[in-house]
């Protein structure tokens, strides 16, 4: 099978489109014919092995798995004998291993059918981002109807998920991202959209209830000066540019601060979750959120969306078609 393969560390160009064998399946594993894969920023710090604490589970020299690539959307194949929800020839979504490739295995629990009206472009967007927007803004946020909520990086991966997740539980959502995406982010149903390069949500003067900072762009004393006495500030940038320890002093921070000041500081990690991923299908289903698509580039061409994706300014997700 064809398979976008890295064999050592660094910039997009240690990527090559490369021949390999098929990967085997376990009993517990389903085997996926790969129509769609996204890029996520974890997959932007298995290609360059930043943070270097992140090589203590990714290989210390070079990946230990050449293949990168966690999400999906594509067809099953086979299945391992106690695979009892899928069958060969559904069409899923969901997070496997080396999804940059024409063939990938993942956990049955980690996949759920696509909706039959979502693309295998649009379906391969949402988990990782999709399930993390739904971690923070549902479980963590416990938004409610007419809370304010802010959202930066709102034009990105995350953020065109947690806007539109936020607006389904009724909160009044304000989305900051760069000039180019103010129209996106309104068209996701933001109620009002703040242009970062003209505007410091910090210093608005507005209290909200909600704070979602996929952007990491502001300390937690800034950001918390746009929070509510009680609110809840989510700190989510991997702040990968520290490559070292990445976001890990930040997150410690946030939870020691948060044991002496009334506001809430809550940090989280996203791991894969079926129940997140069955309610991410039926919001797709309702029309209650849809993936932002920004591009789609052939897995052929990986090198060059793996460099626009480290620009930092992607619209939406970006996806490799298999
Ligand atoms: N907690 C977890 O388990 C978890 C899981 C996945 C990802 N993450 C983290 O979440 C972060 C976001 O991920 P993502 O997939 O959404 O990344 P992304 O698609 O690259 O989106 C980031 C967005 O931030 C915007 N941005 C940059 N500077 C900004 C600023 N000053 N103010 C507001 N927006 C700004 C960018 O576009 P514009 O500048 O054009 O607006 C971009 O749209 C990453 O740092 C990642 O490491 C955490």
């Keep these: ?20 064998d098929r990967p085997s399946i376990r009993d517990d594993q389903v085997l996926v014919r790969v129509r769609a894969a996204s890029i996520n920023p974890g997959d932007w710090a298995t290609l360059r092995g930043e943070p270097f604490v992140a090589r203590l589970a990714s290989g210390l020299l070079a990946p230990r798995n050449p293949v990168g ?8 194949e086979a299945v391992g004998k106690n695979v009892t929800r899928l069958r060969p020839g559904d069409e899923v979504f969901g997070q496997g291993n080396g999804t940059f490739a024409e063939y990938a295995p993942a956990l049955e629990k980690n996949l759920v059918h696509k909706p039959a009206g979502v693309t295998f472009e649009q379906a391969a967007a949402v988990p990782v981002a999709g399930m993390t927007a ?11 109807a007419g809370q304010q909520v802010l959202i930066t990086g709102a034009g990105g991966g995350i953020g065109t998920f947690a806007v539109q ?3 389904a539980l009724g909160a009044q959502v304000t989305g900051v991202c760069s000039t180019a995406k103010v129209e996106l982010v309104r068209s996701l149903g933001a109620d009002r959209v703040i242009d ?21 762009k502001r300390t937690l004393a800034e950001a918390r000066r746009a929070l509510a006495a009680r609110g809840t500030l989510i700190p989510n940038n991997g702040q990968f540019e520290h490559r ?46 849809r993936p932002v698509v920004g591009k ?15 620009q930092g300014h992607a619209l939406g997700k970006l996806v490799l078609t298999v």
């Design 1 to 20: 099978m064809k398979a976008m393969v890295q064999r050592r560390y660094g910039e997009p160009e240690v990527l090559e489109l490369r021949e390999i």
């Design 69 to 76: 690539g966690m999400d999906l959307a594509g067809t099953v």
């Design 134 to 144: 739904l971690q923070a803004i549902r479980d963590v946020g416990a938004v409610k």
């Design 165 to 167: 997740i936020a607006k």
């Design 196 to 216: 970062y390069t003209r505007e410091d949500f910090t210093r608005g003067g507005l209290r909200y209830d909600v704070i979602l900072d996929n952007a990491g």
């Design 244 to 289: 070292w320890l990445a976001s890990l002093p930040t997150v410690l921070w946030a939870s020691l601060l948060s044991l002496v000041v009334t506001q809430r500081l809550r940090p989280l990690l996203s791991l894969p979750d079926t129940a997140r991923l069955l309610a991410l299908k039926d919001l797709l289903e309702s029309g209650k959120v």
């Design 296 to 310: 789609t580039y052939p897995l052929s061409d990986a090198g060059r969306a793996f460099a626009e994706f480290g």
